[in-house]
């Protein structure tokens, strides 16, 4: 038995539905490794069909396309390393998430999933068969136990590979990013490894698929807890690990180690990676986007000019008569730094030919909110009007904060096919700005050093919809919303918890009034980018009408 075993990882990133694309971007992998001497080149979970691929794997005619491609890439790499990928299997009665290994120009063997995440944004119960745990797989010289994804979550499946023979185990992932997730992957995988003796590979998918985006951070760990390689996160990489079988059986040598971001770096880049993807993969190269001269819409500019470059991003300034004077400098200072188009069209004139047109129905009604929605919907359509003449991919602007409670104007400011802080609290908005000033890496296509000026920052929020109007006066400080909808959402929790926190019941009441009331704006709002384990849309699904409340 020859003991040494080369296997190329390739941290890649699928379309969804791309199948020749997908095909053709496993062979370069292939070739990559073939030319390295590889025994056997990995992509990741469901590869070829792009994941998540959700509803479209019970479409027979998607899973017979996926089948017949494999059969060209098992033909296409007849003389050369096994290659392993992830595509449905069509299964007696339902799909299945499987894994296949291409060698000698045949399929040679096809493992399916057993665990099937059906929780947060999964839905695999509802999508694919669960199969029976599966023995380990020859390839080359070493025997593989290949768990998928969610299987290597629990002890049992790859238990039953190992104790049927696996000398090493091999997870193909799909896993989205999440604050913390990494750490939480490696625990785990600790603890497959601790468990079996066997040394393990974990290779995720990179790159944005809607609202998720997978962050890559793929890894090795060797048997007594060392970590041999990590890869970069949210980024592609191709490379290959030697393994070397000794007394206590296989070793991986010690490969490319990446350094592991903080919190703060790897949220900033989903959020980049996230609408670069978006874009890139609904054929937008573009955006436009309404810069008010306030933290939010400065932030995504800076997003924006990071993902696809200052020059694809066209900023708006939309003032009204409630505009002020350092809104307008510090829409300008913004577009300024970050090195952005700035166009101003002023809204005013508009205002009054609404009014004017709407005056014989509203005769001796006070203004309310009526009026200030107008201000919002007519910069609305401004930008979407932008959007149709120019291809530019409208941006929304709503943090967390306020997509949750729906201080946001349908039809308005809510226009926008894709907002890149929908995920992203107030406060956690404020940090971000200070982080991108500070910081800045070679992914970033926007300039280095401050971009979005303190005065952006540290200024009292407001909408200027109506004189001296300040976010604070029709919502707590921003300190205890994002407190108490963290609770509400993130965590759960009651009224009375949070109330026994420290919050005051009757603000709690309010926030988790606007909270549930809020659920058709956000049925109607753009994707964003998820960030933490309860994003708004797959991770938490409530009813719109809907007339519960906590107030036992
Ligand atoms: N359950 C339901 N299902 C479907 N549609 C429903 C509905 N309930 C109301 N509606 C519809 O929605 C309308 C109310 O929503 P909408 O027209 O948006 O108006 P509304 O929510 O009343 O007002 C917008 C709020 O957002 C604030 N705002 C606006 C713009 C920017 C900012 C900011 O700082 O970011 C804040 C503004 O100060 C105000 O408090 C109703 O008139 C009705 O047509
Ligand atoms: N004067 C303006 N010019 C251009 N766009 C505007 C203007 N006012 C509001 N918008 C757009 O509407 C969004 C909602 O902004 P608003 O000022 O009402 O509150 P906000 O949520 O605090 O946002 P921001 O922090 O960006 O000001 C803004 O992010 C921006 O995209
Ligand atoms: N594709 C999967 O099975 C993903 C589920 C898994 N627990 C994760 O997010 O990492």
């Known amino acids: 038995m020859p003991d040494a075993f080369r296997l190329t990882l390739a941290q890649l990133d699928p379309r969804v539905g791309d199948l020749d694309g997908n ?68 299964g007696l009665e339902r799909p299945e998430n499987a894994y296949w290994i291409l060698q000698g120009g045949e399929i040679r063997a096809r493992v399916s999933k057993h665990h099937l995440p059906n929780y947060g ?124 079988r000794g007394n206590e059986g296989w070793r991986c040598a010690p490969g490319p180690l990446a350094p592991v971001p903080d919190t703060a770096e790897l949220d900033y880049k989903a959020m980049v990676v996230g609408t670069r993807d978006y874009l890139a993969k609904t054929g937008f190269r573009k ?41 307008l400098e510090d ?41 200030e929605n107008l201000q919002s919907r007519l910069r609305g359509l401004i930008l979407m009007a932008l959007s149709n003449k120019f291809g530019e991919l409208l941006l929304t602007t709503g943090n967390k904060s306020e997509v949750a409670v729906g201080y946001a104007t349908l039809y308005g400011d809510m226009n926008g096919g894709w907002n890149p802080i929908k995920d992203l609290y107030k ?43 300040k976010d604070e006066d029709s919502l707590p400080p921003y300190e205890v919303l994002d407190d108490i909808l963290e609770g509400l959402v993130e965590g759960d929790l009651s009224v009375s918890d949070l109330v026994a926190k420290g919050h005051e019941r009757a603000v709690v009441e309010r926030v988790e009034h606007l909270l549930y009331l809020a659920e058709y704006k956000r049925f109607q709002s753009a994707p964003g980018p998820k960030l933490g384990p309860k994003a708004f849309w797959l991770d938490r699904r409530y009813p719109i009408a809907m007339s519960w409340r906590d107030r036992d």
């Open 427 to 469: 406060m956690r908005v404020f940090a971000a700005c200070r982080w991108r000033n500070a910081e800045h890496r070679d992914w970033m296509k926007g300039p280095a050093g401050v971009v979005i000026p303190p005065r952006v920052i540290d200024k009292p929020p407001s909408a200027e919809l109506r004189e001296d109007q």
């Open 331 to 371: 829409a300008a200072g913004v577009a300024k730094a970050l090195g952005t188009r700035l166009d101003t069209v002023p809204i005013a004139p508009g205002v009054e030919t609404m009014t004017q047109t709407l005056a014989p129905l509203f005769d001796g009604m006070a203004a309310d909110v009526t009026e």
């Open 287 to 327: 955006v436009v986007l309404g810069l008010s001269g306030g933290v939010d819409s400065a932030l995504v500019a800076a997003i924006a000019a990071d993902a696809v470059g200052p020059e694809n991003v066209r900023c708006v300034m939309l003032p009204s008569r409630y505009t002020s004077g350092h809104s």
């Open 23 to 90: 095909a053709a971007r496993a062979l370069a992998a292939w070739e990559e490794g073939k030319a390295a001497g590889a025994d056997l080149v990995a992509l990741p979970e469901m590869f070829l069909a792009g994941y998540q691929p959700q509803d479209l794997v019970l479409k027979p005619a998607f899973v017979k396309a996926c089948a017949a491609r494999l059969e060209k890439l098992a033909e296409a790499t007849k003389d050369g390393p096994a290659l392993a990928l992830g595509a449905p299997f069509a």
């Open 121 to 244: 944004v999964f839905d695999e119960k509802r999508l694919y068969h669960s199969a029976d745990p599966s023995g380990p797989i020859q390839i080359g010289p070493a025997r593989l136990g290949i768990p998928i994804c969610e299987d290597a979550w629990f002890p049992d499946v790859a238990e039953t590979a190992a104790e049927s023979g696996a000398e090493i185990l091999f997870v193909p992932n799909g896993s989205p990013y999440e604050r913390g997730k990494h750490d939480m992957r490696v625990n785990l995988m600790v603890a497959r490894v601790v468990e079996t003796g066997l040394p393990l590979v974990y290779l995720n998918r990179t790159g944005g698929q809607d609202d998720q985006v997978f962050d890559g951070g793929s890894f090795a760990l060797n048997v007594h807890g060392g970590l041999a390689a990590q890869l970069p996160f949210f980024e592609e990489r191709i490379v290959h690990l030697d393994f070397e």
